[in-house]
């Protein structure tokens, strides 16, 4: 979505830029050649009005014509009145024969008098006519006329079209330079626009999945534009309807479970009353076994609340102090162990009596699903996300019936595997059931880290 919001800002800006920019380079084309045209016309009315007002011999107009085109770099010539041509263009010699006299180029002396030459008292009618500019082989040529009491003069120079179009380059240099610092400018422009529209709802798609896997502290940002923030607000609603209703559901739990004291604090005294001590004995310890149960239902139900909606644990300490529980019994069935825990503290994102309940379910299928001396191992190690949680045994392997909760085909309950993955999954883990080399069952558990 970010790159093509990109593309569509690039895309606009680079149209809007090429819209102005071309329209403005061939604008820029003809005002520099109609500069260089009126440059030539205003040069030929210059020395025209030299020749009228100076009246310089050949070798004078020579040695001025010669500045003015190494001033102007306008290449500059001049018809005398008795058709000799003083200076030089590249019109010139184009179509003269040798040792003629050029053809006409522009306005021509008016006839009347002999040789071109002004009548007496005529000449100065066309003294402010403008300069012609006629075309020529590669260029054009600027020709004015000059009426004198000697004669007429025909002023003409010469515009190259590599000097009409003079600095050009350098104007287009400048119309694309800026066209392309407009483009980046729309780059910068779109990639803030999109960072500003995509910032908020990567930011509420991250708090969308930290509250999938059961952290429902999260919550998402409401700033950004309005319809952006508007889905951040709806999904802070979601959450905290979530956490509401999680804490009447453990509360309601919590007192039902609480409701079952009073009929079994009535079974204990009824226990106590049968006159067989054995009998009354036994049902005392099952009473008492209930009572445990549900307190740890009660704890279970209430523990959020002291610990947070998303419990964690030090796995390292939970492992070892479980393994040291059930180490008696399984020195007792001698059966040899292997033990592998990390030399430091191992965050899970999971409840202590959560995971002491995984692997109480689990050293437990060890103990009820293989032999005496059979031997099993324990490997804690920590991944790049969490850690992983390995119980191995020699023993004959799991079924593939015991991944199916409430189901054994060993006489058990069928609900110990089931335990282990609730716990890992709660967290954002799994669990997963293979064979080692042997042949004896592979339970592994991958926790999340916090």
């Known amino acids: 979505m970010r790159r093509r919001i990109l593309l569509l800002v690039v895309g606009m800006t680079t149209l809007v830029v090429l819209a102005f920019a071309i329209p403005l380079a061939v604008l820029t084309h003809n005002v520099i050649g109609q500069q260089a045209e009126k440059s030539v016309q205003d040069q030929a009315r210059s020395v025209a009005a030299y020749l009228r007002i100076a009246h310089p011999t050949p070798a004078v107009l020579r040695t001025y014509l010669r500045r003015q085109t190494r001033d102007t770099g306008y290449p500059i010539s001049v018809r005398l009145p008795d058709g000799e041509i003083v200076g030089s263009t590249p019109g010139d010699e184009e179509g003269s024969p040798e040792g003629g006299t050029p053809p006409s180029i ?46 007429f003069y025909q002023v003409r120079v010469y515009l190259s079209d590599s000097k009409r179009y003079e600095g050009l380059s350098g104007w287009y240099a400048l119309i694309i330079g800026v066209s392309l610092g407009l483009i980046v400018l729309g780059i910068v422009a779109g990639e803030l626009l999109t960072r500003r529209i ?12 930290r509250l999938s896997t059961g952290d429902v502290t999260a919550r998402a940002p409401t700033d950004g534009p309005r319809e952006v923030a508007d889905v951040g607000i709806a999904l802070n609603r979601l959450a905290d309807r979530i956490d509401q209703l999680i804490v009447e559901e453990r509360e309601t739990v919590a007192d039902l479970s609480h409701r079952l004291r009073t009929p079994l604090t009535r079974l204990r005294l009824d226990a ?4 067989d001590p054995e009998d009354a004995e036994r049902v005392s310890g099952r009473v008492s076994e209930v009572e445990r149960m549900l307190t740890a239902v009660i704890h279970a139900a209430r523990r959020p609340q002291r610990e947070g909606r998303l419990p964690s644990c030090d796995a390292t300490a939970v492992v070892r102090e479980r393994v040291e529980f059930w180490s008696a019994l399984m020195d007792e069935q001698g059966r040899p162990s292997t033990i592998s825990l990390p030399d430091r503290p191992l965050a899970v994102r999971t409840s202590a009596e959560d995971l002491a309940a995984a692997l109480d379910a689990l050293l437990e299928n060890v103990v009820a699903h293989t032999s005496e001396g059979t031997p099993f191992a324990v490997t804690l190690a920590a991944t790049a996300d969490g850690a992983r949680l390995e119980i191995t045994d020699e023993g004959p392997g799991v079924p593939e019936s015991s991944e199916v909760r409430g189901r054994s085909d060993r006489g058990s309950s069928g609900l110990g595997l089931d335990i282990a993955r609730r716990c890992a999954e709660a967290g954002g883990g799994s669990m997963t059931i293979g064979r080692t080399a042997s042949g004896g069952a592979l339970i592994t558990l991958l926790l999340h880290s916090p």
């Not at 260029?139 to 006329?145: E, K, Q």
């Not at 995509?198 to 999945?209: G, N």
């Not at 106590?272 to 006159?275: F, G, I, K, R, V």
């Open 272 to 275: 106590e009353a049968l006159t």
């Open 198 to 209: 995509t910032r908020p709802l990567l930011d509420t798609a991250r708090t969308a999945q």
């Open 106 to 151: 522009g306005p021509q002396p008016p006839t009347g008098a002999p040789g071109g030459s002004a009548a007496p008292g005529g000449g100065d009618g066309d003294r402010d006519s403008p300069a012609q500019v006629t075309s020529a082989p590669g260029g054009s040529v600027a020709v004015a006329v000059a009426p004198t009491p000697n004669g």
